[in-house]
């Protein structure tokens, strides 16, 4: 079992940045990848970000591409989302996730573990 806890969210006007952390604690040695997803109210959830633990390769959803970077600290346990340029259709609260199997990034059912979300609001 792997616990992950968010944190880093707020309230940023448009055009701004937010840097959300994930903490994650437990059986992190069986991860493959973390991920970010995000939801906004009445809306589906939606892939963000996925980063693997080892190699470090990335993949973003269209909607965040060239504005987010996903980032990890295996030292330390830590993901991060990097968001810049935000915009108020980014309002949503985000969450993170781990995997522990190789499959498509974007598949919420490929992830084992979540947390509990950190809000993100971006006002225009």
């Known amino acids: 079992q792997v616990q992950l806890v968010e944190s880093g969210g707020g309230v940023v006007q448009a055009g701004g940045s937010l840097r959300l952390s994930c903490a994650a604690s437990?059986?992190?040695?069986?991860?493959?990848?973390m991920g970010w997803f995000r939801q906004a109210p009445g809306k589906e959830r939606e892939f963000v970000a996925r980063i693997t633990w080892s190699g470090g390769g990335t993949f973003y959803g269209d909607s965040v591409k060239g504005r987010f970077t996903i980032s990890r600290d295996n030292a330390k346990n830590m993901v991060y989302l990097q968001m810049n340029s935000l915009k108020p259709e980014d309002t949503a609260v985000y969450y993170c996730a781990n995997s522990r199997v190789f499959a498509a990034p974007a598949n919420a059912l490929a992830y084992d573990n979540w947390g509990q979300g950190t809000q993100v609001t971006v006002s225009s």
């Open positions: 437990g059986r992190t040695v069986s991860t493959y990848a």
